[in-house]
T-cell receptor, first 115, second 113 residues
Framework: DTEVTQTPKHLVMGMTNKKSLKCEQHMGHRAMYWYKQKAKKPPELMFVYSYEKLSINESVPSRFSPECPNSSLLNLHLHALQPEDSALYLC??????????????FGPGTRLTVL | GDSVTQMEGPVTLSEEAFLTINCTYTATGYPSLFWYVQYPGEGLQLLLKATKADDKGSNKGFEATYRKETTSFHLEKGSVQVSDSAVYFCALRGETSGSRLTFGEGTQLTVNP
C-alpha cells in the first residue's frame, strides 16, 4: 500500500465551527507532514511529526492544532478559522532520517472553504 | 537560504511536441532535487528525483539531469501527451534541511490534441 488517504475531500465551515482533517498512511512511515496550498502556488509546510512527536511548527496560528495519535494517523483540528485560511490542505508522509526524507508521498488533499 | 527558480508558465504545447521546463536552484553543498507533478484536483506525485551531481532521474518518459556546475535540474520529455497536462513543481531538499522541501513556484503545462 503506497497511498496516503485524506478525509474529507471537501469541507465548508463557518468561522465559529470546529472541524478536523484526517490523514492516514500504512507504509510504515515515521514522518508525517501538513501542508497548505493556495491556488496556483506551491505547498507551504505547516507541521512535521517525527515518531509521533511534533518536530516542526512553521509558526502556524494556534487556530490550527495538529495531532498524531499513532504512527499511521495524523489529524489537523480547525477552530475559529478565517476566510483567508481557505486552501487545499495536503498531508504527506516519508521514512524518517537521512536519505529517507527524499521521497514524500502526498495525499489528494482536503479542499477547505471558510465562509 | 535555499531557493528554487522555475520557468514561468503557463506553457501550452501541441501533442507530441518536445517539452523543457527550466529549473535552477541555490543551495549550499549537494541538495537532493525533485520534480513533482500535480494533476487537476489531486495532490502532488513524485515524478523523478536525483540525489547527486550528474544523476539523471527518469520516469514516464520524463528526464532531468542534476547539473552542479549550472545549478540546474531541467525537466524534459521528448513527446508530450494530453494526459501530461498538469502543474509541475521543481523542489530541493538541502543537506541541512532535514525533512524540509523548498519548492519552485510551479509551471502549468497544457497539452492540446
Amino acid at each position: 500500500d503506497t497511498e496516503v488517504t485524506q478525509t474529507p475531500k471537501h469541507l465548508v465551515m463557518g468561522m465559529t465551527n470546529k472541524k478536523s482533517l484526517k490523514c492516514e498512511q500504512h507504509m510504515g512511515h515515521r514522518a508525517m507532514y501538513w501542508y497548505k496550498q493556495k491556488a496556483k502556488k506551491p505547498p507551504e509546510l505547516m507541521f512535521v511529526y517525527s515518531y509521533e512527536k511534533l518536530s516542526i511548527n512553521e509558526s502556524v496560528p494556534s487556530r490550527f492544532s495538529p495531532e498524531c495519535p499513532n504512527s499511521s494517523l495524523l489529524n489537523l483540528h480547525l477552530h475559529a478559522l478565517q476566510p483567508e485560511d481557505s486552501a487545499l490542505y495536503l498531508c504527506a508522509s516519508s521514512h524518517f532520517g537521512g536519505d529517507f526524507y527524499n521521497e514524500q508521498f502526498f495525499g489528494p488533499g482536503t479542499r477547505l472553504t471558510v465562509l | 537560504g535555499d531557493s528554487v527558480t522555475q520557468m514561468e508558465g503557463p506553457v501550452t504545447l501541441s501533442e507530441e511536441a518536445f517539452l523543457t521546463i527550466n529549473c535552477t536552484y541555490t543551495a549550499t553543498g549537494y541538495p537532493s532535487l525533485f520534480w513533482y507533478v500535480q494533476y487537476p484536483g489531486e495532490g502532488l506525485q513524485l515524478l523523478l528525483k536525483a540525489t547527486k551531481a550528474d544523476d539523471k532521474g527518469s520516469n514516464k518518459g520524463f528526464e532531468a539531469t542534476y547539473r552542479k556546475e549550472t545549478t540546474s535540474f531541467h525537466l524534459e520529455k521528448g513527446s508530450v501527451q494530453v494526459s501530461d497536462s498538469a502543474v509541475y513543481f521543481c523542489a530541493l531538499r538541502g543537506e541541512t534541511s532535514g525533512s524540509r522541501l523548498t519548492f519552485g513556484e510551479g509551471t502549468q503545462l497544457t497539452v492540446n490534441p
